[in-house]
């Protein structure tokens, strides 16, 4: 069975920072590109960042570039989010995802940034 589970989202100031993590199981992960998406309230659950099975190739969104730095460890199965300098628009649900053929989803971690 494969399971993503999130973890890192908070409360957090505006200009503050967070690192979100994203631990898989039930497979290998290494040969799989991940990726985090968000959902604020009230909006359709938009693409945050992507990165390759190496690592070696990285994707943002406009709002995420410059600010957010995706990365992954496979020996620990896990992906990371450090998010710098945060808005209140970047308040929303943070999932992970990774498409095996099959798409799995975490359950998403809450990320709130007051102003």
């Known amino acids: 069975q494969v399971q993503l589970v999130e973890s890192g989202g908070g409360l957090v100031q505006a200009g503050g920072s967070l690192r979100l993590s994203c631990a898989a199981s039930?497979?290998?992960?290494?040969?799989?590109?991940m990726a985090w998406f968000r959902q604020a309230p009230g909006k359709e659950r938009e693409f945050v960042a992507r990165?390759?099975?190496?690592?070696?190739?990285?994707s943002y969104s406009d709002s995420a570039k410059g600010r957010f730095t995706i990365s992954r460890d496979n020996a620990k199965n896990t992906v990371y989010l450090q998010m710098t300098s945060l808005k209140p628009e970047d308040t929303a649900v943070y999932y992970c995802r990774v498409d095996m053929g099959l798409v799995y989803w975490g359950q998403g971690t809450q990320v709130t940034v007051a102003s």
């Open positions: 990165i390759s099975w190496s690592g070696g190739t990285k």
């Open positions: 039930g497979r290998t992960f290494s040969g799989y590109g």
